[in-house]
């Protein structure tokens, strides 16, 4: 009779912020955003830094829009509104700071938020640290990694798998122009799979937070847990479920890939499988609710599996039941692991 030991230790970050948890029991370390006291207010901090989420002569603009982006996100995880933001920059003296703050400031006031303050520095690379802070929608809750129980359905906001195709395609010599994407050169594929391509290298550079997915959660449903994903499917489930004192199944058929990906992937010799559960950087919600609660069609949602008891996460695939690896990218490590 075998023991189910539950998920592995976490990896290196994971491991980093247990440690500082148990030193600071405040209760607010753990989520996406802090809820602060009172419950009013979440507030998230996120870094791009050129070289390691960014290539480093990316146009000042799309770094701008990336980085509110995938702070927006943390928020839309906890189905807050955001209001305000802080920016942090430090740059190289020749750096275009004014393009990067116009789209800044555009892409925040399309969002309702308020730039309120920050910081400039100079150094050689590009650093740009953003702190957003987001109000409780009315009457809704706030959403909790902690919040999944055994029984409910495991859901996913989109398609996995495409962000990592991006990344791929950018180490291969991918490379923007303006607004215009040019594919590695002697990468000969069909105008479909090109144009797939293309919607790979922006699912990467450009993500899209699923804010009204978010506030819908915290408005329309009364309990269940939540996580974006940035570090890849199998490692952010992994944290829900730490969170939350559960397990998980998730069936392979259910992963929404894109067809085209899945092609594209091929092309470029990647298991498209593998990009799904652990490339990482896709900004889809991953979420839990009552299993007789089904997301409007509107948002594209899929259900991929569900949450059990235990502490075993875990993956039928071909019929075959087995554990689930804890693998995504790592921000100490700077690679894959688990």
């Given amino acids: 009779m075998s023991r189910d030991r539950g998920p592995a230790p976490p990896a290196g970050e994971d491991r980093l912020i247990a440690w500082l948890r148990r030193r600071l029991p405040g209760g607010l370390i753990g989520d996406d955003a802090a809820v602060l006291p009172r419950q009013a207010w979440a507030v ?86 953003l702190t957003l802070l987001g109000r409780r929608s009315r009457g809704g809750r706030w959403l909790r990694r902690g919040g999944a129980r055994p029984g409910d359905g495991l859901w996913l906001g989109g398609t996995v798998g495409e962000a990592a195709l991006g990344l791929e395609l950018l180490g291969r010599g991918a490379r923007l122009a303006g607004r215009t994407i040019h594919l590695p050169p002697g990468l000969r594929l069909s105008d479909r799979l090109a144009r797939a391509a293309r919607r790979a290298v ?27 994903l940035s570090d890849g499917l199998a490692r952010d489930l992994y944290r829900l479920c730490r969170e939350s004192d559960a397990g998980a199944v998730v069936r392979s058929e259910r992963l929404p890939l ?70 995504g990218w790592d921000h100490l490590d700077g690679e894959q692991n688990g």
Avoid: K
């Avoid at 870094?47 to 146009?59: F, K, M, R, T, Y």
């Fill in 44 to 129: 998230t901090t996120d870094a791009q830094i050129a070289g390691v989420h960014l290539p480093a002569d990316l146009d000042p603009a799309w770094a701008a829009r990336r980085l509110l982006a995938v702070n927006l996100s943390d928020l839309a995880a906890m189905g807050a509104v955001p209001a305000y933001a802080f920016l942090a920059l430090a740059a190289p003296a020749d750096y275009d700071h004014r393009r990067f703050l116009d789209a800044l400031h555009r892409a925040a006031a399309r969002h309702g938020i308020e730039l309120a303050g920050g910081d400039l520095a100079r150094q050689p690379h590009l650093t740009a640290v």
């Fill in 202 to 228: 922006r699912r990467q550079l450009a993500p899209s937070p699923q804010l009204a997915l978010g506030r819908w959660l915290a408005g329309e449903t009364r309990r269940g847990g939540a996580i974006d």
């Fill in 258 to 327: 894109a067809r085209d990906a899945v092609e594209l992937a091929a092309r470029l010799d990647r298991e498209p499988y593998e990009m799904a559960l652990f490339g990482g950087e896709d900004y889809v919600l991953l979420f839990s609710l009552p299993a007789d609660v089904v997301p409007p069609a509107a948002f594209g949602c899929r259900r991929i599996g569900e949450i059990q008891g235990g502490r075993r996460v875990e993956l039928i695939e071909d019929g075959a039941r087995r554990r689930l690896p804890d693998r």
